[in-house]
């Protein structure tokens, strides 16, 4: 296989903006900012340091952002953590600035594409990646590509109900994956159980040294993500399913929850040649998943112009 062109890429937060080169599916070079307030601030800072970091030419520049991404890719239709970004036409405006081609996705789906192409679930090619943060969030490829849903709003996988008439979830609705398996959660249900805790990372701690409530946050948890993805099993029936973000630093508390949930839940041929995968790239899977991106949608569009 020939090499391909390296590519910027872009993991944009609330916090902080980073932003890197890929080549031959390494981050070469990388900066990281404080995200300017102000859709023009944000796009400049963007345009400013690809333009940078790009050596040589690049195949384009892939934007990793909180939201829900428009169809075409070229903006968020949605961005709660970013309302100034609320329909803004970022690529466009990128690509006036920089001359390279731009593309905008939601950052869970692009660090699904990172694990699934260079990570944890390198070789495969029917995937899913919860992510597990502050939030609970996910991606989902299918025989190699993205699933994007119609509307590019699918894999919002933290909002499947375990429990409708459970605790009230950010979205409104009640009983999400979300209210068990996110950092809040489980520092939420610890204090329930009575552990002593204020922080997701405390109750972690304490669940290492044998503190039972802390412990049992982390039950609850896994428990909860089990049954989740034993109706993804059922639904989709994937190769691997891949426990990502910061809370996957507790994969060891939650994957006897998991698994065991698996066995009693998921259709037996469902769980035949079954990977249940911990992350391997860390903070890097959004900045390899961009590179990934774009790949697979320009050469998915190269296809389509051939036809």
């Known amino acids: 296989m020939s090499e391909k062109k390296p590519v910027i890429t872009v993991d944009l937060g609330g916090t902080n903006l980073r932003i890197a080169l890929v080549e031959n599916n390494k981050v070469i070079n990388r900066v990281m900012h404080p995200t300017p307030r102000g859709a023009e601030a944000i796009v400049g800072l963007i345009a400013k340091q690809a333009l940078e970091l790009a050596e040589k030419e690049v195949a384009g520049i892939a934007i ?34 920089t001359k390279f081609p731009c593309i905008v996705e939601n950052d869970a789906n692009v660090y699904a594409m990172g694990e699934v192409f260079y990570g944890a679930a390198r070789g495969l090619h029917t995937v899913v990646v919860y992510t597990l943060g502050t939030g609970v969030g996910g991606g989902i490829v299918l025989n190699g590509k993205l699933w994007r849903g119609v509307n590019g ?37 610890a204090k329930k159980y009575g552990s002593n805790i204020t922080t997701a990372r405390e109750a972690y701690e304490q669940a290492n040294m044998g503190d039972k409530p802390a412990q049992q946050a982390f039950v609850r948890a896994g428990s909860a993500l089990g049954i989740a993805i034993a109706a993804i099993l059922n639904t989709l029936n994937p190769q691997a399913v891949v426990i990502g973000g910061g809370g996957s630093s507790a994969y060891s508390l939650l994957e006897p929850e998991i698994e065991k949930q698996l066995k009693v839940r998921a259709f037996p041929a469902a769980l035949e040649n079954f990977k249940l995968l911990k992350c391997t790239l860390g903070n890097d899977a959004a900045l390899l998943g961009g590179a990934a991106l774009i790949y697979e949608t320009f050469e998915t569009q190269a296809r389509a112009a051939l036809k």
């Open 153 to 189: 709003a699918a894999a919002e996988l933290g909002h499947v109900s375990i429990n409708e008439i459970g605790h009230l979830c950010s979205c409104g609705a009640r009983g999400c994956l979300e209210t068990f398996a996110s950092a809040t959660a489980m520092a939420r249900l």
């Open 64 to 97: 990793a952002a909180p939201g829900t991404a428009s169809p075409q890719m070229d903006r968020l239709s949605k961005a709660p953590n970013l309302p100034e970004l609320n329909d803004y036409p970022m690529a466009a405006e990128i690509t006036e600035q």
